[in-house]
């Protein structure tokens, strides 16, 4: 089955600084690739998602960009702020299948 | 719009024991997952329900148990608890897939004793 593999498990930068979490999947037949933050004591929440036949997406400060031959995808935070600091997840998942996730990444942003 | 209502909040059980979890998905969303989060572990996927059926399937013990109302209202059942049961059981519900735009209930904490 699918294994995803989620690096760095904390990561801590300066506010404006900017942060990267890388992730690995093991099935190529995965195309479905979302990212969830969960803030300290509430629910996870879809912060963005990339399908296999886009490369890159961006939305304001976030962005995810995905290489299928490598088989990883990695989110990307520019100028963060302390309201960024959070448990990020990744997942990924076949056809309309369960979402794998991976183990999560702290990100402390320090004003 | 209501979000994704998890009750109760918090359990305290003993070895041994059996409990129900509940779960009300967003208005209009047909398929209700569930994820057993615990530290270092991230999310596991349970099981997904979608028009009262289960769809999908985790690797857990079938001591978990679920089911899902016409009304897609979801519950949750663990018997024989363990300690190692202990976590945040997360429901998540979407529209129609089980795996895309997920919404998230703000989960139970069970403590097994």
């Known amino acids: 089955g699918e294994n995803v593999e989620q690096h760095p498990s904390t990561l801590s930068v300066q506010e404006g600084d900017s942060a990267v979490i890388k992730c690995t999947y093991s099935?190529?037949?995965?195309?479905?690739f979302p990212w969830y933050k969960q803030e300290l004591g509430k629910r996870p929440q879809l912060i963005i998602d990339?399908?296999?036949?886009?490369g890159e997406k961006k939305d304001q400060r976030i962005a995810v960009t995905l290489n299928k031959t490598a088989k990883h995808f990695s989110l990307h935070i520019t100028e963060t702020q302390p309201e960024d600091s959070a448990v990020y997840f990744c997942?990924?998942?076949?056809?309309?299948?369960?979402?794998?996730f991976g183990t999560g990444t702290r990100l402390l942003v320090s004003p | 719009k209501a979000g994704v209502t998890q009750t109760p909040r918090y359990l305290i059980k003993t070895r041994g024991q059996q409990v129900t979890l509940s779960c009300s998905p967003i208005?209009?969303?047909?398929?209700v997952s569930w994820y057993q989060q615990t530290p270092g572990q991230g999310l596991q996927f349970l099981f997904e329900?979608?028009?009262?059926?289960?769809?999908n399937k985790g690797n857990f013990p079938g001591r978990f148990s679920g089911r899902q109302f016409s009304n897609s209202r979801s519950e949750m059942n663990v018997s024989t608890l363990e300690l190692g049961d202990s976590a945040l059981y997360l429901c998540?519900?979407?529209?129609?897939?089980?795996?895309?735009?997920?919404?998230f209930g703000s989960g139970t904490q069970l403590s097994v004793l």
């Open positions: 208005s209009g969303h047909r398929s």
């Open positions: 997942a990924a998942s076949t056809g309309f299948q369960k979402l794998v």
């Open positions: 329900y979608f028009s009262e059926t289960q769809r």
């Open positions: 099935d190529s037949a995965s195309n479905y």
């Open positions: 990339i399908r296999s036949n886009v």
């Open positions: 998540a519900s979407s529209l129609e897939a089980a795996n895309e735009k997920l919404f």
